[in-house]
């Protein structure tokens, strides 16, 4: 079946450092999602990305969907206390079944 | 209603014990997920339902797990002879399902968090 692959696994950055998470399909995905889940809290959806090679900016987020459409990647830039959490990455398969596959999740701590 | 609702929030149950997690999906929601998350651990998939299609149970870990879905709407997961690491929070999501822009956005319920002793 297909499976995504995230990593890392486990970020530790200074507040102000850039962040970036990375997400690998085994399949070519028909679209794929990023989610953010707070400590305590369930995964909440941010945004999700349809077209080839497609870039999208929240704030200080930049998206990005590999031109195959098996890739993708969290661009967080000079991050702050509020960014931490766990983001995951979700892909949602081409074909008939329209499954939604999670990524393992990158738990990010930011360290003022 | 407004969100996905899973009931009870918070369940301590013997070691040996039957437990049954109940999911209300947002209304119309035709697809159905449950997931598993340990303490600071990523989302397990256990099991996904869409529509009328036979579930998908692949990421059930044992048979002692096993789930339901009623007239489309509500579902039921349930552990039986409970073990300890089993203690986990089980969280219910759904979605539209198809193809829309939105369809695959994917809602979470607040987990039941189970603990077994």
Known sequence: GQ???QIPQYQHVQEGEDFTTYCNSSTTLSNIQWYKQRPGGHPVFLIQLVKS???KKQKRLTFQFGEAKKNSSLHITATQTTDVGTYFCAGLESGGYQKVTFGI???????? | GAGVSQSPSN???EKGKDVELRCDPISGHTALYWYRQSLGQGLEFLIYFQGNSAPDK???PSDRFSAERTGGSVSTLTIQRTQQEDSAVYLCASSWGGLRDSGNTIYFGEGSWLTVV
């Open chain 1, 105 to 112: 999740g990158t738990k990010l701590q930011v360290i003022p």
């Open chain 2, 58 to 60: 692949s990421g059930l």
């Open chain 1, 53 to 55: 090679g497609e870039v």
């Open chain 1, 3 to 5: 499976q995504v692959m």
């Open chain 2, 11 to 13: 369940k301590v149950t």
